[in-house]
């Protein structure tokens, strides 16, 4: 087998495990080519290469970001993506069942035979696993500012950080080609159910069927946010009479206020954001959905 590896040891946080996961394969074997690159721009640009030249398989070292680099490479090819997750929320790999356990036990599994796994494809490039806007967006913009922690407490405290500034954007939901007007202090469209290190955002989708969820934070104040986002965690907000779900193939948002769309760890792009579901779009190794 020969593979490909993308990840960028000089990452904020980072550990310097491309290397490691390199000579694990080669000590395996395994003919491994490391895609050097230092930018998201080159890493995205050396991993289409790699693919374009008809790479066998890519594995990702890192994070959500650098997940989503490597599926906008991957997305609807036959190459086949191995994920060792190494970032500050691993959302995409908890979703699969790929991020428990040691470095040899994720190197073993990115070996492991492809599984077909939904992507979405969006107007901004492709997504791995969420798309928010509002306070998520707010939050992973801020945590992306900070040093420390590392890891997902990062995320907690960019939460509480974040709080005092709560927003309500005015935005337009469209599902399925069904409009709706929407006041919203948080949107979120899942393919799987994780954003921001372990908030279960998007409760009602798994990345096999096929479809998208919107879950919609309504125009509430802090102290109703204060009792609802907590639950999020672990997708028990959705209950709350203030959220409104919709499960969809296919979601526009668009606003007249001044808000980015972020998904997997970075920001995807201003309104007005189309996503769709991609079924079976990607071939994930060793995934358990």
């Keep these: 087998m020969r593979v490909h590896v993308l990840g ?15 000579d ?11 895609l ?12 289409r290469e790699a693919v374009a030249q008809g790479a066998e398989r890519l594995i990702a070292v890192g994070g959500d970001g650098m997940v989503r680099i490597a599926v906008r490479a991957v997305a609807e090819t036959q190459t086949v993506l191995g994920l060792v997750p ?13 991020l428990d356990g040691s470095l040899d036990d994720h190197v073993s599994a990115a070996l492991d035979p492809g599984v077909p796994i939904d992507a979405m494809r969006t107007n901004h490039g492709w997504v791995a696993s ?17 040093r420390w922690p590392r890891g997902a407490q990062r995320y907690t405290v960019a939460t509480l950080l974040q709080l005092p500034r709560l927003r309500t954007i005015r935005a337009t939901v469209e599902v399925d080609g069904v409009a709706h007007d929407a006041a919203t202090t948080m949107l979120s469209i899942g393919n799987t ?6 908030m279960k ?4 989708v798994t990345p ?8 919609v934070i309504g125009d509430v104040g802090k102290g109703t946010f204060l009792s609802v986002f907590p639950r999020v965690f672990k997708g028990g907000h959705v209950d709350h009479p203030d959220v409104s779900t919709y499960t969809c193939e296919r979601v526009t948002v668009s606003s007249d206020d001044d808000v980015l769309m972020w998904a997997d760890g970075d920001e995807l792009g201003p309104m007005p954001v189309t996503c769709e579901a991609a079924a079976g779009a990607v071939l994930v190794a060793g995934a358990r959905t």
């Design 208 to 215: 096999t069927d096929g479809r998208l969820q919107v879950v």
């Design 36 to 47: 050097e690159a230092t930018s998201a721009e080159a890493s995205e640009a050396v991993a």
């Design 8 to 22: 960028n040891p000089a990452a904020r946080g980072g550990t310097g495990d491309v290397e490691k996961v390199v």
């Design 193 to 198: 159910p994780y954003f921001g290190g372990g």
């Design 130 to 146: 969420v798309a928010t806007m509002g306070f998520a967006g707010d939050v992973t913009e801020r945590a992306n500012g900070l």
């Design 24 to 34: 694990q394969l080669r000590t395996r074997g395994i003919e491994a080519e490391l």
């Design 86 to 98: 190494q970032g500050t929320g691993n959302d995409f790999a908890r979703a699969l069942g790929l």
């Design 201 to 204: 955002t998007c409760p009602g």
